[in-house]
């Protein structure tokens, strides 16, 4: 067998999630839900002729986009020969594609190999409207004081305890993570509106981009000040930080190796 690492871009508005799941009735799996998993997994089987698994670095949840997720799949080494991204994007939805595909030691691994991701909130700064281009991809959260919400960015930076930030379940061994970028994009005059932070770590909890940019937008709303970043970290408790943030605008953008 070999094994061959993926990079795979997805829109998530009509996806649940990336991990394969089903409907179940009365505890009894009825049908696959539609997930970028399920979607892959089912083209790589029946291009290989045999069952093939796909491991990405961390699952997505419903409605979040990516970039470059990153994943894993054995195939049979007379299958090197495909053009497995020929034969990927001319088979799989308008709403994901394959954009690399290379052999890797079998001792790779997309989840556990993993040293950091990046990813990034986008922010609509209007309740008026919101261009349909964007309005998959972005929160339409209205306006926002963007210089308090920098401030209590800089609280949760480094490596913390960030339990306040974590949605239930998934059990963790520890739910410490190094943050070692929050940032606000630079200001495009073209999109005065739009504002875009990034977010990157040796990892993240269930949820924890979504609820610290909850955070942030309840700071550049008035509804705390930025000083309270520090305090909610400190608690511990995820019931004392805010709500989370919409799925839509998320993206996950980098995966590090």
């Given at each position: 067998?070999?094994?061959?690492?993926?990079t795979?871009?997805?829109v998530?508005t009509?996806?649940?999630g990336?991990?394969?799941?089903?409907?179940?009735?009365?505890g009894?799996?009825v049908?696959?839900?539609?997930?970028?998993?399920?979607?892959?997994?089912t083209?790589?089987?029946?291009?290989?002729?045999?069952?093939?698994?796909?491991?990405?670095?961390?699952?997505?949840?419903?409605?979040?986009?990516?970039?470059?997720?990153?994943?894993?799949m054995?195939?049979?080494?007379?299958?090197l020969?495909?053009?497995?991204?020929?034969a990927?994007?001319?088979?799989?939805?308008?709403?994901?594609?394959?954009?690399?595909?290379?052999?890797?030691?079998?001792?790779?691994?997309?989840q556990?190999?993993?040293?950091?991701k990046?990813y990034?909130y986008?922010l609509?700064?209007?309740y008026?409207?919101?261009?349909?281009?964007l309005?998959?991809?972005?929160w339409?959260?209205?306006?926002?004081?963007?210089?308090?919400?920098q401030e209590?960015?800089?609280?949760l930076?480094?490596?913390?305890?960030?339990?306040?930030?974590?949605?239930?379940g998934v059990?963790?061994?520890s739910?410490?993570?190094?943050?070692?970028?929050?940032?606000?994009?630079p200001?495009?005059?073209t999109?005065p509106l739009?504002?875009?932070?990034?977010f990157?770590?040796d990892?993240?909890?269930?949820q924890?981009?979504?609820n610290?940019?909850?955070?942030?937008?309840?700071?550049?709303?008035?509804?705390?000040a930025?000083e309270?970043?520090?305090?909610?970290?400190?608690a511990?408790d995820?019931?004392?930080?805010s709500a989370?943030?919409?799925?839509?605008?998320?993206t996950l953008?980098?995966?590090?190796y």
């Amino acid at each position: 067998m070999q094994r061959l690492k993926l990079t795979i871009s997805y829109v998530g508005t009509r996806f649940y999630g990336w991990q394969r799941q089903s409907l179940r009735r009365n505890g009894v799996p009825v049908t696959e839900l539609r997930t970028v998993q399920n979607e892959l997994e089912t083209l790589a089987s029946r291009i290989a002729g045999q069952k093939v698994n796909i491991h990405a670095s961390g699952r997505t949840d419903t409605g979040v986009h990516a970039e470059a997720q990153v994943a894993h799949m054995d195939i049979p080494k007379s299958k090197l020969g495909v053009n497995w991204i020929r034969a990927f994007n001319t088979q799989l939805p308008d709403d994901v594609a394959v954009s690399a595909v290379e052999p890797v030691d079998r001792d790779f691994h997309a989840q556990y190999g993993a040293h950091s991701k990046l990813y990034a909130y986008s922010l609509w700064l209007s309740y008026d409207y919101t261009p349909p281009r964007l309005r998959p991809f972005v929160w339409p959260c209205g306006p926002l004081r963007l210089e308090p919400m920098q401030e209590a960015a800089r609280y949760l930076l480094g490596r913390h305890d960030f339990a306040s930030f974590r949605n239930s379940g998934v059990d963790y061994d520890s739910t410490v993570r190094t943050l070692t970028r929050l940032e606000l994009a630079p200001s495009d005059n073209t999109r005065p509106l739009l504002a875009t932070w990034y977010f990157e770590a040796d990892g993240f909890l269930k949820q924890m981009v979504r609820n610290l940019m909850g955070l942030l937008v309840d700071v550049g709303k008035g509804k705390l000040a930025p000083e309270a970043a520090a305090a909610i970290l400190a608690a511990k408790d995820r019931t004392r930080s805010s709500a989370t943030a919409p799925a839509s605008g998320l993206t996950l953008m980098r995966v590090d190796y």
